[in-house]
């Protein structure tokens, strides 16, 4: 599928060039479209053979040598790329461990159009690569035991497992994230996902 796309986009190319010789006049744009053709298609063929993106790539390369992240692409997770007009890439990424990601919190690398990062937001969990999930109880049973005394009226719904890290002194708790709805009222609840017990309880949105 994506060899089509990229088959076509160079065929669209080439005539786009034909129709330039008949009109000199854009030329200019002829050419920028090419240059932005060219690093669509290097993008492209990128994830043709499974490679990440050359922006990922340098993240990681920053995260390893900057940060002291031992294993990038395990530890992190990409979760949004945007590129301004003036060609510079900012990342949003999230820390796990085997693939449970960490609430509430999000890192943002901003790299210029050369792949140098020059801003960073956010905050690295150091020693948390180390951390094993422990044995967990199912979601129902944490429900059960967590949000017992909640009205049969409201609509609970749970959104995933994460990792709760407030102080990687105090330690990781891994937490089911459960949102309660009861008319316009929203509330979220972290429920330890050892114990069913309440973690951290949030009035309207998270701000995750």
């Known amino acids: 599928m994506v060899e089509r796309v990229v088959e076509r986009r160079k065929e669209k190319a080439r005539m786009v060039a034909r129709e330039a010789c008949r009109f000199p006049i854009i030329l200019p744009v002829i050419i920028v479209m090419l240059i932005m053709g060219c690093a669509t298609n290097s993008a492209d ?52 461990v085997e693939g449970v990601p960490v609430w509430g919190h999000v890192l943002l690398l901003h790299m210029d159009e050369g792949g140098a990062v020059y801003r960073v937001d956010g905050k690295v969990f150091k020693g948390l690569s180390g951390f094993q999930l422990p044995p967990l109880i199912g979601i ?50 972290l429920l330890d996902a050892r114990s069913g017990a309440v973690v951290k309880r949030v009035e309207g949105s998270p701000g995750r």
């Open 140 to 189: 129902d049973e944490a429900l059960r035991r967590g949000l017992s005394a909640e009205s049969a009226d409201e609509r609970i719904e749970s959104h995933g497992l994460y990792l709760y890290v407030d102080n990687m002194e105090r330690g990781v708790v891994p937490i089911y994230e459960v949102e309660v709805t009861e008319g316009l009222r929203r509330r979220f609840f």
């Open 45 to 96: 063929q990128a994830a043709i053979q499974g490679q990440d993106p050359w922006y990922i790539q340098h993240a990681y390369a920053y995260l390893s040598a900057q940060m002291g992240v031992k294993s990038p692409a395990d530890e992190f997770q990409v979760k949004q790329v945007e590129r301004d007009r003036l060609g510079k890439v900012h990342l949003r990424m999230v820390q796990q």
